[in-house]
């Protein structure tokens, strides 16, 4: 159940890095929705490995099998299960690092944790389980469709460049998805430097839910702003996450942040759209901090299993920044989050919204 | 189940802030651990209003009944329900709140969401709800304490000030729990200032959990920063939540953020002692943004019930400054986030830690 | 979590049987339905020790206290929070069994599990941690009334005393609540024959669900067959559980078993409303055995905590058949099974029924 | 979450009878344990059609695929999925009851549930979908054989012919798996009769756990009883459970059904090994009733998706008793629900058992 996400729409992933295949099931998708094969994978090639000169070189197809709960093209009420074969694991790539613990990976942790690891790739804990979350989330967006509710994303800051504005539809037109397009190419420059010097840099990915209408997440322990934090801060290489105006209106009063409302309109969003945990009617606003990667090609200090430390450079292919592929991976925790209030607030009043 | 938090060690409050009482039943804890009412009281004590010149002045002595899952001053291990009565509830003052929104507070969303609601004193979604969380988090301390595992908590930031330093023993000394006594002064003096022009300010809390073993917390859906999140933001009046490095790390490379480990210490601690979702044997760094409180004395502009808006300035007594009072709460749900860690790392490896 | 029933509607009860009170919290109970307290109470009084002389004498008066997710006579959709004082505690007459295992009981089991018990009256493992069912049980038949589903329930043997018809108004009308009045008198005589040799007898419950739509419950692992089986055997001194035809189809073949359905009605009843897990329409019915008390007056063998057995009589209050006062605990288990059903149900479909 | 079982060690099935597949997601195996594919195909094999002249014809070889979750033969600690492809699905022989509701079958209830329905076998109401339960449970029962755990099953009566002694030796060496071979033969006489009238019979299956220590399982709503009741009435065709003594004890009293112990061994065991919920370290015994299969050859009266009946013959390769292959899946199930016991028993105490 610790793979697990969501309540009524719940999603559990599977699957190791350098194992036969990834994927994920879905229990709690309704009845006669469409499930559009072609929308799954348009999202998987978002978020796929090689898709573009600043992510990992390895090379990834992922291409997605609906193996259960859909027939005849609707969804049948029953789990869906979907499935992508892993084909490019160089895992010998990694047989240097079965004894050591990555500086910044999970290594340790999991030995301490198990006992026991897969070490080809991270196993278990390679941002390849991301996979399942992403073809999860295709579905719940288009479920969410269905009711007026429609999510974009974009990586809004790299390193010290910061977005200056939200235009969502440039967002796709560049590498990094950034939804300004002049400060993406900055973006882009940081990232090929670092590249270039075997390093890796970080920043921050911000999501938008449009068309919730109020009502949406529950009181005190499933708040939305607590869902949407589990569910970004369960995405790997994430560090922080914020709702509305987070961190930064702490520096506020407030009479600046109590967003003003006419019973129609907000003049404000510090809310990020969610009070007292519930939806207010005004959009959806996630931001989430992104590490810098820790899989780096420079020399680095490493703990040793039988004690010690030794200096090893990690061979393999990195993404110098990871944000780019993160945005699908947020639109899809985010996607399903407010897909589970969705279906919560049915069964509490009993109707479509 | 909305209403709960963990799956192992789970809480579950109940209580509107102007009911009979609120409160909160406790299950999973195990048995023949020591039940001090004492502890839970101090705890208490701290969350209490009415504490502190800079905190609200109604007064609630917040008085504890262990009604259930102790016998002779030890957990049966059975379900532990714990009582706290409301007495000074001046309900009259929220009769003009009956029918208009306050900007900030969730009376419309609650309006949207159950059709119908408790407005006094904001009901459910009133702070008071965090008594339960506090008295439940006082009993995740004392089972915690037995393995070793501490907790402690500040005020570091307050508007603009922020502290310089972590003197933990500090903290408790001061109105504003920082653990900079220097910066405490200053942050008194923002928060009074804020008092006087009926408006408030916000700021940051931090949490520290020491001697945390490695290997607590799950992969993938129940990272420990997925859990520690969920649990921070689940607290009334907070937007933002980070761990270890957070925001700030996403301006640095992995190079410097990749924290060093010998295989005994770590030379820094960005990932917030949490790797892959796992605990890493380092300090659990856990920092929440607290926005301004949003019931402020100013007049402001609100929208009615049955259409249009109003000017109305909110009677009652407020904190002008949330920030001292979610210290405790922050560490109770900690607390409580890291004993179902624990119980659910013995129930993979059966053994003690 | 292991004191919570259901998923939607969930039900968690606390108490022992000789702490200061026992109670239950309820939560996911829409709002803005009526919440009769005299209507809980009527429920509580068909429980309630003393009511006859075929019950145990122990005096409860049972008095509710609702202390939450209650306002102005209507639910608030938050946590409902019930609880009832214990009273007339004799713990003295428990002071002989503190260090010997009753036969039967769960005396111990409970000291294996937990290496510490409260042995007061059974301390958890009494038949009063029932209280909190019934009353939220109550929650549930009044929430279900209003989709025009309802529940009765009787003892329909005792013994090898069976009832030969559901006369269901008739089963109020007498101590053993048989629906067949003659049945009842020989009931009632086999019941004082074995108080009167300080024994127990053992019998069946009935319950039948009438109004339930055809399509709640859900396939595979939520089965409402298998929801329901759970509710019965979680109730004290259960020991089977079947539904329609049960173990008795069992002699028979599928062309006389298989229920003929025109499509308005069914024919026969064998499946008890529940094919494929989920309502067809057709009455819900359910029986479950009730063993003989376990309490007893007699002298019996008991093994001694430190090693050795020795020959105790039970002093105390005891229930001579259980039956009659399992009535309402089954009833209102399940009214909480198809509370349950009935919200996720709506949040399938996303309408009422 | 609906097609989920268990807390702590969860399995969920997934696939409909006429997909691409059928299969299940286990969460919770510890880490570390041996996984033998052998032991799991073992298991596969005792539940797969066409074994036997008294099992529907359908061929399925039933392979299965573990996906993840184990590198180099032993557990990691993290999802296992586990695949069986559908090779032999006659789907055009439902053709013609793509508009019929079938007597005793979930058609109706489907229909009603979902809207739309995969006709094709029953689609996920098939049988078909035990394959992930029996899968799942063979990698239980390699779990809880390294606590000293184990468990056996049989068909313990067909119709009226019931098995005299439990020689659990012998019940894999007779086609319906009694473990009394003389009765064995009269019930596949039956079986071979109903058969050759196009009919079905029904039965009860018997499951014991050996080996299980006193104090797994918890009080109130999740007592071993309750847990296995569960697990028992969601697998399909059953509809009645008992433990211990079930509705046989009821005919008698308390002092001749409160099993005598003496601290070590218990003179009988009416309590089926579990008293108070827990288990008390006797066998635990579990029974359930087996209706006579719905699929049936027999013309029989169905209701018509569009109004009005029809009288069809259900062409297809039926199992006129079903028992012989519920005794895997009852075997499974029971040790499911008992590995689940487990875990959270070594949550509640920190050590092994």
């Given at each position: 159940?610790?793979?697990?996400f969501g ?8 699957g ?5 295949a ?35 070189q390895?090379?990834?197809a ?5 193996v ?6 609707l ?8 499935l ?6 160089r ?28 070490h ?13 979350r ?6 719940a967006?288009?479920?969410?469709a269905?009711?007026?509710?429609s ?8 390193g ?5 504005h939200r ?16 400060a ?24 938008v ?10 009181p005190t322990?499933s708040?939305?702003d ?9 995405i ?6 914020e ?7 702490t520096?506020?009063r ?9 019973g ?6 510090f ?12 959009e959806i ?31 393999g292919r ?6 780019p ?11 399903i ?5 969705w ?11």
């Amino acid at each position: 159940m610790s793979s697990t996400f969501g309540r009524l729409f719940t999603i559990t992933t599977f699957g190791e890095s350098h194992g036969p295949a990834v994927g994920v099931l879905v229990d709690g998708l309704p009845p006669g929705l469409p499930v559009d094969p072609a929308a799954i994978q348009r999202d998987l090639d978002r978020r796929r490995p090689g898709q573009s000169a600043i992510t990992t070189q390895r090379q990834e197809a992922d291409r997605v099998e609906i193996v259960s709960g859909v027939f005849e093209g609707l969804s049948l009420g029953t789990p869906v299960m979907m499935l992508v074969r892993n084909t490019d694991q160089r895992s010998k790539d990694y047989d240097a690092l079965k004894d050591v613990f990555r500086p910044g990976h999970a290594d340790y942790a999991y030995a301490q944790k198990y006992g026991f690891r897969d070490h080809r790739g991270g196993g278990r804990s390679s941002g390849r389980e991301t996979v399942g979350r992403v073809a999860a989330g295709a579905l719940a967006r288009s479920a969410l469709a269905t009711v007026g509710v429609s999510l974009v994303g974009g990586t809004v800051r790299v390193g010290d460049v910061e977005a200056s504005h939200r235009n969502w539809d440039e967002a796709e037109q560049n590498l990094v998805r950034c939804p300004d397009a002049a400060a993406a190419e900055k973006m882009i420059a940081i990232i090929e430097h670092a590249r270039d010097e075997k390093d890796s840099v970080g920043g921050v990915v911000e999501v938008v839910a449009r068309g919730v209408p109020a009502g949406w997440g529950d009181p005190t322990m499933s708040k939305l702003d607590a869902m949407l934090g589990a569910a970004m801060l369960s995405i790997p290489a994430t560090k922080g996450v914020e709702i509305g105006g987070g961190f930064g209106m702490t520096f506020l009063r407030g009479s600046q942040t109590n967003d003003v409302f006419d019973g129609e309109r907000y003049e404000t969003n510090f809310a990020g759209g969610i009070s007292g945990g519930i939806s207010n009617g005004n959009e959806i606003v996630v931001r989430v901090a992104v590490r810098p990667a820790t899989s780096i090609g420079k020399p680095q200090v490493m703990a040793k299993a039988g004690g010690g430390t030794e200096k090893v450079a990690i061979e393999g292919r990195h993404d110098p920044c990871i944000c780019p592929r993160v945005v699908p991976v947020a639109e899809a925790m985010a996607a399903i989050t407010l897909m589970d209030a969705w279906l919560r607030q049915r069964a509490l009043r009993g109707h479509d919204r």
